[in-house]
């Protein structure tokens, strides 16, 4: 066994700590947001394998705190260096209480060199920019969500030298949620190498990119649902046997991750993973099964629709309904219009009943939008 130790996440007490715990000679680490320790009681000690816990965001379930081995982690890291082509220097723009944040310094240690770590405030392209050339002449890597993305697409967009400086990144990994089609493709004008990526805490981070499955992962779909296996698989949800039962099972000699995700892969088919949403974001409208995650990508092809949210909320004659919320700055958008879209491509039940406007879209501290609170929100309009 080995004592478990909290820690504030702030990146620079973060490393070292993480470091030692790599190497066996410290604690396992649990990272938390700064400001706000956890407040339950957690075990003084965890079996010797495991080098860090990582706490869910919770955006769509009961949190979870996620028990990491040593050698899941580092088989992230190594799988993640053979994909981009070698090591490199990293630039740190999320927070380190987080499984895409953690494995940024992982992938520092492992490749030996001192990760860049942007301020923690709210996201500037220019601040991102700045830290960009602190790299120096190497590889240079940075790992980000969506939201962070587009804003610095719109900064390169409207200022070259923005633009020069993000180009000089050998990759930027995409994760945390649905990368926008569109928004890559701004992206990708840029001359920007943005990778998306798929994974979560329970994969030590992303496992698969751009639909490919990294070194000795394996995925199969039982059910509609995406399992995964491999040696970066989380070791269970630390004093939750009954969940880490459900979620953790073997078959045919391996150990899988159930990842509550619907997809389809097909190795015929160049051996692609494709991702359709949470299997427990399919609603039902009139008896009919729609998915949240199609309506959404199917809204967001539309001029104005590009930073559309969509959610379920109760109804009293369907059961379900969907509604769009935007942010107030996206244009004008009709609503006839948009149910006709909707319901010629996807049928009756992808039909918003309505459309709500915020002042901002709600998001966690790691940058994914809120989905209970928009939930909330539209609950409310």
């Known amino acids: 066994m080995r004592e478990l130790l909290p820690i504030e996440a702030a990146p620079e007490r973060v490393l070292p700590a993480l470091r030692a715990a790599l190497s066996g000679d410290g604690p396992a680490l649990l990272p938390f947001p700064i400001g706000t320790p956890p407040h339950d009681r957690l075990p003084a000690q965890v079996p010797r394998r495991i080098a860090a816990v990582i706490a869910t965001s919770g955006s769509s379930g009961t949190p979870k705190r996620v028990a990491l081995s040593t050698d899941a982690l580092l088989a992230s890291a190594g799988a993640t260096d053979a994909a981009l082509g070698g ?3 990293w630039l740190l723009a999320l927070p380190v209480h987080y499984i895409a944040g953690l494995q940024v310094l992982t992938r520092s ?11 923690a405030a709210s996201f500037d392209p220019v601040a991102f920019a700045r830290a960009t050339e602190e790299l120096g002449d190497v590889r240079r890597y940075t790992s980000l969500v969506p939201a962070q993305l587009a804003a610095l697409v719109a900064a390169g967009e409207a200022d070259r030298g923005i633009a ?5 990144l050998h990759t930027l990994l ?20 943005a990778v998306r990526t798929y994974g979560s805490s329970e994969t030590a981070g992303g496992c698969v990119y751009d639909g490919v ?6 995925v199969r779909i039982e059910a509609g649902e995406v399992l995964l296996a491999g040696p970066m698989l ?29 997809g389809s892969f097909d190795e015929a088919d160049g051996g692609l993973l494709h991702v359709q949403g949470r299997r427990d974001d399919v609603y039902i409208s009139g008896g009919e099964k729609v998915s949240l995650a199609l309506v959404e990508a199917e809204a967001r092809t539309l001029a104005g629709l590009e930073d559309a949210h969509v959610v379920a909320v109760p109804s ?24 006709e879209r909707l319901t010629a491509r996807l049928g009756r039940a992808a039909a918003p009943d309505r459309i709500v406007r915020v002042s901002a879209i709600p998001t966690l501290n790691s ?15």
């Open 109 to 119: 240690i492992v490749a030996g060199t001192e990760p860049v770590i942007l301020a």
């Open 316 to 339: 009293e004659r369907w059961g379900e309904v969907p509604v769009v919320v935007l942010p107030d700055a996206a244009p004008h958008v009709e609503l006839d219009a948009l149910r």
């Open 367 to 381: 940058g994914k939008p809120d989905r209970r609170a928009l939930r909330d929100i539209a609950e409310r309009s």
């Open 174 to 193: 995409i994760g945390g949620q649905r990368l926008d089609a569109g928004l890559r493709d701004r992206a990708e004008r840029l001359g920007l190498r």
């Open 87 to 89: 090591p490199g220097r």
């Open 164 to 168: 020069a400086i993000l180009r000089s």
């Open 234 to 262: 989380a070791e269970e949800y630390l004093d939750d046997p009954d969940r880490t039962q459900r979620a953790f099972v073997t078959q045919d000699g391996l150990r899988w991750y159930r990842t509550g995700d619907l």
């Open 213 to 218: 499955p990294l070194g000795q992962v394996k």
